[in-house]
């Protein structure tokens, strides 16, 4: 029974930094979007295509991140 009080205590103290975490994560997902969008709208034509498979790639990501972590 101490056991588990014990890993709920932790787990509370842990929530902070946690919940830091998954708001770092999701805002460096979020500005990876914004970074690519931004690099296939700016570069030459013989480039776009791989700023768009990047895009596309990041857009599915923060997708996933949000699926699993939800606000």
Avoid: G, W
Avoid at 9 to 18: A, R, T, V
Avoid at 59 to 67: A, G, M, S, T, V
């Amino acid at each position: 029974m101490e056991e588990k009080v014990k890993t709920e205590k932790d787990k509370e103290l842990l929530q902070p930094m946690i919940d830091a975490f998954i708001a770092s994560a999701r805002h460096t997902l979020e500005y990876n979007v914004i970074k690519y969008s931004m690099k296939r709208y700016e570069s030459f034509f013989c480039i776009k295509s791989y700023y768009r498979k990047k895009l596309y790639k990041a857009i599915l990501d923060l997708r996933e991140f949000n699926k699993q972590n939800p606000k």
